[in-house]
């Protein structure tokens, strides 16, 4: 329920202004927001500067440009700006606002050009100092085309320096290929040089199987051990004493196989070495 009276006084008043604007042939818009007549907007202008606005009075009024915020306090209508807030030709603005948090405010964005001689001349004068002698000189172009002239060669500076940062960054570029493309060149020979050596390793396998299969074959081909003895000596107490390999037991039976000869071994006193294989009977 409240909310629809707010929105119904809301309706009255609009409806209110519209009809009193009707009747007096006039907005009365301008009596809450500022309209600034001086300068105007992106004028070319030469201090001191004329500030004029219909509106609400007085106002906070601000001065910006040249990278800075330079506040003027309360001003009415209509007031100057001194030459000297200028400190170089360029573009500013003013900004103009209420005290009521700034939610009545408006702006203008005009260009300051460079004094001209006389006007410098006057202002030293004014001061009372003296300037200096000059040679005579040819009488300068306007202002304005001495500006022109001055953004062409700033721009042909800036154009310079751009390209030499793009000639830079192409060096730069190229560079960074010509490394990309050795260290690819370096990695592609490190991978060709590992394959090698990876198929060398897998020659030297193969060949170490084949060697190892041949000599398998070869063991397997042996006929087995079906004489066994060992060193004895019967007689220690000769000088040398005698040694020979019994190749049968003491009832002259030859050891068929490795546990007969280490069973005979093992109570012979006169053993001097284990049991080996002497060869094989067919």
């Known amino acids: 329920m409240r909310t629809r009276q707010v929105i119904g006084i809301a309706m009255v008043c609009a409806a209110s202004v519209v009809a009193a604007d009707l009747l007096m042939h006039s907005s009365l818009l301008h009596l809450l927001q500022p309209r600034i007549l001086e300068p105007a907007d992106g004028a070319i202008v030469s201090g001191p500067v004329t500030v004029h606005w219909e509106g609400p009075r007085p106002m906070q009024a601000t001065l910006t440009g040249n990278g800075q915020r330079i506040e003027l306090g309360d001003r009415d209508s209509p007031f100057e700006i001194d030459p000297s ?50 040679p005579p000189r040819v009488a300068p172009a306007p202002t304005g085309l001495q500006e022109l002239l001055a953004e062409r060669d700033r721009l042909r500076v800036d154009l310079a320096a751009t390209q030499n940062e793009l000639a830079l960054l192409r060096q730069d570029q190229d560079s960074s290929a010509d490394a990309h493309d050795t260290a690819q060149a370096e990695s592609d020979a490190l991978l060709a040089n590992t394959e090698a050596a990876r198929l060398a390793l897998a020659g030297e396998h193969l060949a170490a199987l084949q060697e190892n ?70």
């Open 85 to 134: 807030r200028f400190s170089r030709p360029g573009q500013y603005g003013i900004e103009l606002r209420s005290a009521f948090g700034g939610l009545i405010r408006a702006d203008r964005r005009f260009m300051v050009r460079r004094p001209s001689r006389a006007a410098a001349v006057a202002t030293l004068s004014d001061a009372g100092a003296t300037p200096a002698t000059a």
């Open 213 to 282: 299969q041949a000599l398998r074959q070869r063991l397997e081909r042996i006929p087995a051990c079906t004489v066994w003895g060992y060193l004895a000596a019967p007689r220690p107490q000769t000088s040398p004493p005698s040694r020979h390999i019994l190749v049968s037991n003491r009832r002259g039976d030859v050891f068929r196989n490795e546990p007969q000869c280490v069973a005979t071994r093992r109570t012979d006193p006169a053993g001097l070495s284990p049991c080996v294989c002497v060869g094989a009977l067919y």
